[in-house]
């Protein structure tokens, strides 16, 4: 299995700023995925972040809006950037590890 | 495009019932997951399901993959009130990939 530490766990933002989300996971993995799950809602996949090249982000999401790094084969950030009150949301990292998915413990993102 | 549906959104059940969650998706996929997510709580993998026919089970939770008909469910056998939650289906969307596509969730309540 894998254990996803995510920091932070919560946090509350004035709107116009910047937060970067940081998910480290025990196990070397090929891909990380960021997904958003907004108020009430399902979860919905931002981007996958492979290390050594630049992230694939969904339809819908940008780069400039939410830049990811990947600097190894164990870290990743996602960052949102400009917020508005619209990216209030829980931020959930994943790792898929054999046939298994595994998610972090979110982040939840309150924009004021 | 791959599409997860989910039915009921919303169930109420009164404890010792049987009732069963659905799970319909679009393409042709080689794996479903089950998860249970707790209010302000990340997810908690409950079933991988690799091949058509799978039948898994834990405690009073049992779910099933039929490939054929792109048909998952997952059957609840006399309800307790621990398993108030929202329950989600996902989907790996391409074969091969490794990224989820998740149904809109069950929101389950048992009550006493």
């Known amino acids: 299995s894998a254990v996803i530490s995510q920091k932070p766990s919560r946090d509350i933002c004035q709107r116009g700023t910047s937060l970067t989300i940081q998910c480290q996971v025990d196990?070397?993995?090929?891909?990380m995925f960021w997904y958003r799950q907004q108020p009430g809602q399902s979860l919905t996949l931002i981007a996958t972040a492979n290390q050594g090249s630049e992230a694939t982000y969904e339809s819908g999401f940008v780069i400039d809006k939410f830049p990811i790094s990947r600097p190894n084969l164990t870290f990743s950030t996602l960052t949102v950037s400009n917020m508005s009150p619209e990216d209030s949301s829980i931020y959930l990292c994943?790792?898929?590890?054999?046939?298994?998915?595994?998610f972090g413990q979110g982040t939840r993102l309150t924009v004021v | 495009e791959l599409k997860v549906e989910q039915n009921p959104l919303f169930l109420s059940m009164q404890e010792g019932k049987n009732y069963t969650i659905y799970c319909n998706y679009s393409?042709?996929?080689?794996?479903l997951y089950w998860y249970r997510q707790d209010p302000g709580k990340s997810l908690e993998s409950l079933f991988v399901?690799?091949?058509?026919?799978a039948v898994k089970q834990e405690g009073r939770l049992m779910a099933s993959l039929d490939t054929k008909a792109r048909l998952s469910t997952l059957h609840i056998t006399a309800a307790v009130h621990d398993l108030s939650a929202t329950y989600f289906c996902?989907?790996?969307?391409?074969?091969?990939?490794?990224?989820?596509?998740f149904g809109q969730g069950t929101r389950l309540t048992i009550n006493p």
């Open positions: 994943s790792v898929a590890l054999n046939t298994e998915a595994f």
């Open positions: 196990s070397q993995v090929t891909m």
């Open positions: 996902a989907v790996v969307g391409i074969q091969g990939a490794q990224k989820l596509v």
């Open positions: 399901l690799l091949s058509n026919g």
């Open positions: 393409t042709t996929s080689d794996r």
